[in-house]
């Protein structure tokens, strides 16, 4: 199963500046747990990866790059679509960036989307692709409060 997991304000704002504008310790620990539970394979994209500290322990890094150079802790990929398709029957997480989040979508390859939704506008310049009218709201939590952000972790499923 392919799922991407994202968290995002409500003009679907994922980034600004390379890096999230907002710091929820309960949403970072809401994605370690899932992307640990269904499978631990998580593909994500060079730019993306470098925005983290370390690659996700415990997961197996999938970096997609069009560079050849190993990355620690990462296995490289360099064709997203054999990727998808050599993962048909196993689990993977998309964890990012926009531009991955949105090839995933157009080619329908997505099953579920794991989304934390951030009330609030935070100015972001990346974003993460339209989705409503590919997936059904399966799942949604109540409202959460950290920083002064109103949030929620909500799954959505494919209609296909």
Known sequence: MIRLIVAMDKRRGIAKNSGQPWKLTEDEAYFTNQTKTHGGNILVGSTTFRT????????HNYVLTHNNEPIPGATLVHDLNQFLIDFNDKDVWVVGGAAIYDEVIKAGRADELYITHID?????????????????????????????????????????
């Open 52 to 59: 983290f500290k370390d690659s996700l322990v415990d997961r």
């Open 120 to 160: 609030a506008d935070l100015n972001c310049d990346q974003f993460f692709p339209n989705y409503l009218d590919q997936f059904k709201l399966v799942e949604q939590s109540p409202p959460h409060h950290q920083n002064g952000l109103s949030y929620n972790f909500a799954i959505y499923r494919n209609v296909k």
